[in-house]
């Protein structure tokens, strides 16, 4: 057997290697068709395949968000301390009401002293000081009043004013001598007195120790100064 065509029986011809017009217009045709419905194929596939990849960037901005949300939820409110501190004292000691005080003090006994205004004192033991007027003409000009928060700091005053006073000569305030020692009323001692000359002018001192107060002035003339003294200026 062998590969030769039979006798008689034309052969056929390979369209590839035939110059017919026929043939070859038929072949150019559908090639063209080809190409026009394979090009808007392409960019659609390609679409497609983007759509693809895309789908895991979705689902990680998805994943992205939903792990985001979780992280910004707020905790629940606690419970808070809604009181108000205590304010702290601040508060100071009113020099005013002290001088207001002593002058109502004096007011209220039996008092012979008058326009009763306050007066400075480098002394650190008084609250308040406090010089006043009196209504006898042979009294002393002016009487200074002390007040004090405290037995032990009226005493500290009192022993240095009766200090100034220098040593007793034995003889007594009504004498017009150089005398210290308690004073006392309707047969009460009252509390501390002291008389003597300072500077030229005779001058007593005489503490109440019930009202926590002191007086002390002075005049040219020790019998007059006692006099009006002993008429008992102030009392309570």
Known sequence: MSDDPEPG?????????????????LWIAVIGLLAAVAGPLVP????RSDDVNDSPARSSV?????????????????????TEPDSPDT?????DADVRALTDLITSGSSSLIGCE??????????????????ESDGPATVDAYSFASKPDLDNW????????GETDGSTCDTGGNWRGTWSHDEVVIGDLACGRIN?????????????IVL???????????????SAPLTF
């Not at 659609?44 to 679409?47: M, Q």
């Not at 508060?91 to 020099?95: I, L």
């Not at 306050?118 to 209504?135: H, Q, R």
């Not at 030229?200 to 926590?212: I, K, N, P």
């Open 200 to 212: 030229g002018d005779y001058w007593m001192t005489w503490a109440f120790d019930d009202q926590l």
């Open 118 to 135: 306050e007066s400075f004192t480098l002394d650190d033991e008084p609250l308040a000081a406090v010089s006043c007027g009196t209504v």
């Open 9 to 25: 029986r034309a052969e056929p011809q390979n369209p590839n290697t035939s110059n017919g017009p026929g043939r070859t217009g």
């Open 158 to 165: 009192m022993a240095g004013e009766l200090g100034s006073y």
């Open 44 to 47: 659609v596939l390609v679409a």
């Open 91 to 95: 508060s100071t000691p009113d020099p």
């Open 216 to 230: 002390d002035t002075s005049h040219t003339d020790a019998a007059l100064l006692y006099s009006w003294w002993d």
């Open 62 to 82: 998805a994943a992205v968000s939903t792990h985001t949300a979780s992280d910004t939820t707020e905790p629940p409110d606690e419970p808070t301390d809604t």
